[in-house]
């Protein structure tokens, strides 16, 4: 089992960036495939970017490619996702997602484990 803490949420102005982390618990971080989701008032959640159990391959949303960037940091236990030229649309409460040894999936009820998330605001 593990749980996840996320955090670097806050308030931008459009164009900006943040850094999101999601800090995990246990000795088998590396064994984890993350998700990133979000889930936006009155909107389903959705998945936002995803990074593999070995760190060898992610998978972005194509409303995301080419600004976000996921990243591990297994000595951490922490994944980050980077996230530059923001825009309105991106706001959202941001949510980070595990299982363990399994494939990168879109499909949130793919993951077992969650995170509290943490809100992104971004000001036009």
């Known amino acids: 089992q593990v749980q996840l803490v996320e955090s670097g949420g806050g308030l931008v102005q459009a164009g900006g960036s943040l850094r999101l982390s999601c800090a995990a618990s246990g000795r088998t971080f590396s064994d984890y495939t993350i998700g990133w989701f979000r889930q936006a008032p009155g909107k389903e959640r959705e998945f936002v970017a995803g990074?593999?159990?070995?760190?060898?391959?992610?998978n972005y949303a194509d409303s995301v490619k080419g600004r976000f960037t996921i990243s591990r940091d297994n000595a951490k236990n922490t994944v980050y996702l980077q996230m530059n030229s923001l825009k309105p649309e991106d706001t959202a409460v941001y949510y980070c997602?595990?299982?363990?040894?399994?494939?990168?999936?879109?499909?949130?009820?793919?993951?077992?484990?969650w995170g509290q998330g943490t809100q992104i605001t971004v000001s036009s």
């Open positions: 997602a595990a299982d363990r040894w399994v494939d990168i999936t879109t499909v949130a009820s793919r993951y077992r484990y």
């Open positions: 990074i593999i159990w070995s760190g060898g391959r992610t």
